[in-house]
């Protein structure tokens, strides 16, 4: 079975600053996709950044971009230019590659950003 | 613009009661699925389907049953609800296996 381990139940940060939340998982699988979603205070799942596996880039989407280190099964989201929008819960989460049927979560981290 | 749509957002039942969640995509998607998110945790699925008229059990299928007669819908029925039923749900859809899902806003159920 595969698990989603996100180590930081709380993070806060100032406003304009940089901030990295952690994630590993464990898997046995090769090939995978990862993912960061945000889950503001109206609770609505909202996808961040998307890396698959078998890529050996970082993701980025502007504010936001990914370590990727497969061999340590970690997948850090960093956040530069911290904005009070980004204030949220963030799920990290795992999926197999050719199987539709299951992403694993993390239990979240909440960031507070800090004016 | 739509996206998932999930119905109600709110809703209060009692011990026993039964209710059916309703969810909707108009992305095509092949693939949806039903979650469940209990306060301080991550998501649990429920329940998912791959395709119309094919559905499969998920990590927590114990008193719900599900649906997909259609490509678009996908309804989560709860039978004899329990106040362990308490929870936020979340439909999603994807279009196909390892592309993004796409969640709902979620639907708050409580069980009195």
């Known amino acids: 079975a595969q698990t989603v381990t996100q180590s930081q139940p709380e993070m806060s940060v100032q406003e304009a600053e940089t901030v990295t939340l952690s994630c590993t998982y464990d898997?046995?699988?090769?090939?995978?996709?990862l993912f960061w979603y945000k889950q503001p205070p109206s609770r609505q799942m909202i996808l961040v950044i998307r890396?698959?596996?078998?890529?050996?880039q970082n993701a980025t989407e502007n504010r936001f971009s990914v370590n990727f280190q497969k061999a340590a099964k970690s997948f850090s989201l960093k956040i530069s230019d911290s904005q009070l929008g980004d204030t949220a819960m963030y799920f990290c989460?795992?999926?197999?590659?050719?199987?539709?049927?299951?992403?694993?979560f993390g239990t979240g981290t909440s960031l507070t950003v800090i004016p | 613009n739509a996206g998932v749509t999930q119905t109600p957002k709110f809703r209060i039942l009692k011990i026993g009661q039964s209710m059916t969640l309703q969810c909707a995509q108009d992305?095509?998607?092949?693939?949806m699925y039903w979650y469940r998110q209990d306060p301080g945790m991550g998501l649990k699925l429920i329940y998912y389907?791959?395709?119309?008229?094919?559905?499969d059990k998920g990590e927590v299928p114990n008193g719900y049953n599900v649906s997909r007669s259609t490509t678009e819908d996908f309804p989560l029925r709860l039978e004899l609800a329990a106040p362990s039923q308490t929870s936020v749900y979340f439909c999603?859809?994807?279009?196909?296996?390892?592309?993004?899902?796409?969640f709902g806003e979620g639907s708050w159920l409580t069980v009195v």
């Open positions: 999603a859809s994807s279009s196909a296996a390892g592309n993004t899902i796409y």
């Open positions: 898997t046995s699988e090769n090939n995978y996709y």
């Open positions: 890396q698959e596996a078998y890529k050996q």
């Open positions: 989460a795992f999926m197999k590659q050719w199987t539709g049927n299951q992403f694993y």
């Open positions: 992305m095509n998607h092949n693939y």
């Open positions: 389907s791959v395709g119309a008229g094919i559905t």
